[in-house]
């Protein structure tokens, strides 16, 4: 199962689009001489607090709710929004799309579920964008900028404790399809490391649209026979695990993808590197218009002291499916239990071009709350994350509340997919559509942050197939 996007390009040829047109629209925004920075706008008011300004209003909720992918060095936007200069010609671009709820995207505002990243603006964050659209984007006085620090380096966590870098910049030509590229990184670890944060950076961000860094122990039996130290594609993947199966028994250490964050966990909690352990990079690059080089790399902060708790990450796939031509909504489910007690931290779904809803349930079995049309009795579904999905963004889903799973938990992950001519993603509404790696195919995987004792071992935690529970006594 790989992660894999299609037609990247398409947001930014619509922000493009957008922008023109209010460029066009606002002449006395961008009215300055060629080859002068911008200046603020003339406002005798702005000492007032009913005129909003850019450095004393606007920028702490672009700092708090835009940032994420709308910065210089590691955004995946096409703008930044960082200074009052990258800023102030789209003011009326910011207000119209906030007003309309279109950004920040819907899809990381979950419709069921109460999550700790939620970016949504509250109705008097909405009108402040307003009114400073419609005072003309007034600067202010930069002594109001707010003290958040912004790292030159691209580091967000910190100044990390180690980096570690895939072997050179990987050239990638002019390109119409998605382009994957693998790399094993060895870390040469002489001992387990707890590792307390955790970043991925690219020097071409506008290029890389997802990775994901595996941590693959000496006893995986994943990608054994891949080179290490140079990058690989899929056709040599393909050939060297055609019979491999194996990669559930990777951990992750962290994704890099639109909409993520980086990995930053509380102290008395950390993700672990064992000895000798490699790192998977898998990067998947967007079909594009020009060429590029891009070189991939993960910073690590490691915990100064060995934590109580271990955060391990599990995984609910279903690969046997078939989604019917011109189908609007198809679903798929995927079940498991887990074998002993864990906390439940976050959620990541994973789907391609088609994905449509993603929805995260426990099913109570003990207990029966209704009666299907069959006649079959119907267990209680509790729902713990529901969610719009769009491909071109893919952020993570930290609950507000982290939830304690007991030993035999089932969990049911449920996807649905638009297969129809509606959907203006889909590839061809008239194919039968199976899994596989290409974003013309689909794939259904779920992934699960639990936080178990510092000392288990990751595969006394994997979810079990249901067929494999034992029956009550």
């Known amino acids: 199962m790989r992660l894999s996007v299609g037609h990247s390009n398409a947001i930014i040829w619509f922000c493009f689009f957008i922008l023109v047109s209010v460029l066009l629209a606002t002449p006395n925004l961008s009215s300055k001489p060629s080859g002068q920075s911008p200046t603020p706008e003339s406002c005798n008011d702005c000492v007032h607090r009913s005129v909003p300004t850019f450095y004393r209003d606007i920028l702490p909720i672009l700092q708090h709710h835009c940032q994420l992918c709308h910065s210089r060095r590691s955004g995946i936007a096409p703008m930044a929004f960082e200074t009052y200069a990258e800023t102030f010609r789209y003011a009326k671009l910011i207000h119209t799309v906030t007003a309309d709820r279109s950004m920040p995207p819907s899809f990381a505002i979950p419709e069921v579920g109460h999550v700790a990243n939620d970016p949504s603006l509250t109705s008097e964050q909405v009108g402040i964008l307003q009114a400073w659209a419609d005072a003309k984007a007034p600067a202010g006085n930069p002594e109001d900028t707010p003290l ?11 100044q990390p404790s180690l980096v570690l870098q895939t072997s050179d910049a990987t050239q990638f030509p002019v390109q119409r399809e998605i382009k994957y590229v693998y790399e094993i990184v060895p870390t040469h670890f002489t001992k387990g490391r707890w590792v307390q944060a955790a970043q991925v950076l690219p020097t071409s961000p506008a290029n890389l649209r997802h990775a994901v860094i595996y941590i693959v122990s000496g006893v995986s039996k994943w990608l054994h026979n891949a080179p290490a130290g140079k990058p690989f594609d899929a056709s040599t993947m393909a050939r060297i695990a055609a019979d491999d199966e194996n990669w559930n028994d990777a951990d992750i250490l962290i994704v890099y993808a639109p909409g993520s964050r980086p990995g930053k966990w509380p102290a008395g909690m950390a993700k672990f590197i064992p000895q000798n352990a490699d790192l998977i990079f898998q990067m998947e690059y967007a079909a594009d218009s020009t060429a590029g080089a891009n070189q991939t790399s993960v910073g690590l902060i490691f915990s100064e002291r060995n934590p109580t708790q271990r955060i391990i990450t599990l995984r609910l796939a279903n690969s046997e499916f078939v989604i019917p031509p011109d189908t609007a909504e198809y679903r798929v489910d995927a079940e498991g239990f887990i074998p002993n007690d864990a906390t439940l931290l976050s959620c990541f779904p994973l789907m391609h071009l088609r994905g449509k809803r993603f929805e995260y349930n426990i099913v109570n079995k003990n207990q029966i709350s209704a009666v299907t049309s069959q006649g079959a009795p119907q267990p209680p579904i509790e729902t713990l994350l529901r969610v719009h999905y769009d491909s071109r963004w893919r952020p993570s889903y930290p609950f507000s509340e982290p939830r304690l799973l007991t030993a035999g938990t089932e969990l049911q992950a449920v996807a649905w997919y638009d297969n129809s001519q509606s959907n203006p993603h889909n590839p061809d509404p008239n194919a039968s559509v199976r899994p596989g790696e290409m974003p013309s195919d689909e794939v259904m995987a779920s992934f ?26």
């Open 148 to 158: 958040l620090a912004q790292p030159s380096s691209g580091w967000t966590i910190g």
């Open 448 to 473: 699960f942050d639990v936080l178990v004792p510092a000392n288990s071992n990751r595969s006394s935690y994997a979810l079990r197939p249901i067929t494999t529970r034992q029956p009550a006594d």
